[in-house]
């Protein structure tokens, strides 16, 4: 079945370090979307991709998507104590019933020092 | 997130008891579905619905079961509840959007310890 592999499992940073996880599918993706979680919370949209090659920026997170869609990654710049959390991939393919059920990736937890 | 609620937030069971949990909607979303996120493992689909009465299998249903009979509401129920399903389960719901596509909106999430 599909995988999407995500790295690394935690980072650590001191505030104002630059910060980037990546997503990497077996399969090629209809789209994928990244999601935060803080800690205690619940995952939160963030945005989705879905053209090849495609760049997407908010504020200081900027979102890339491979062009052989089967890859990305999110990266924060100048990171902040409020960007702690995890972050998750979530790549889709069709499946049955019409809905488009995402793999997610396992995460990459921000630990962002003061 | 508005619009989305689960319950109850915390539950502590018995090993061998049933145990039912709620995810109700207002955004009259077509697609629901159950997860459990547990350290290590990140989210894992238990079962989904695109619809009423629509429902299928995730990558970890052994031992859980749902059901939808109005829109707005998602159960899942726990058969016999057993200390491996001890985790915080969380429910989503999504209908394609421009913006979003199909992207989620998670309940706050149920705690669930099973003794």
């Known amino acids: 079945g599909q995988q999407v592999m995500q790295i690394p499992q935690y980072q650590h940073v001191q505030e104002g370090e630059d910060f980037t996880t990546y997503c990497n599918s077996s399969t090629t993706l209809s789209n994928i979307q990244w999601y935060k979680q803080r800690p205690g919370g619940h995952p939160v949209f963030l945005i989705q991709?879905?053209?090849?090659?495609e760049v997407k920026k908010q504020k200081r997170l900027t979102f890339q998507f491979g062009e052989a869609k089967k890859n990305s990654s999110l990266h924060i710049t100048a990171t902040q104590t409020t960007d702690v959390g995890t972050y998750f991939c979530?790549?889709?393919?069709?499946?049955?019933?019409?809905?488009?059920?995402?793999?997610f990736g396992r995460g990459t937890s921000l630990i962002v020092h003061p | 997130d508005a619009g989305i609620t689960q319950s109850p937030r915390h539950k502590v069971t018995e090993t061998g008891t049933p145990v039912t949990l709620r995810c109700h909607q207002t955004e009259n979303h077509r697609y629901m579905y159950w997860y459990r996120q547990d350290p290590g493992h990140g989210l894992r689909l238990i079962h989904y619905?695109?619809?009423?009465?629509?429902?299928d299998k995730g990558e970890v249903s052994d031992g859980y079961s749902v059901s939808r009979s109005k829109t707005e509401d998602f159960l899942l129920t726990l058969e016999s509840a057993t200390s491996s399903q001890t985790s915080v389960y969380f429910c989503?719901?999504?209908?394609?959007?421009?913006?979003?596509?199909?992207?989620?909106?998670f309940g706050s999430g149920t705690r669930l310890t099973v003794v």
């Open positions: 991709l879905v053209k090849s090659g």
């Open positions: 979530a790549g889709r393919t069709l499946m049955g019933g019409g809905s488009y059920i995402p793999t």
């Open positions: 619905s695109y619809g009423v009465k629509d429902t």
């Open positions: 989503a719901i999504s209908e394609s959007s421009e913006n979003r596509g199909y992207g989620y909106t």
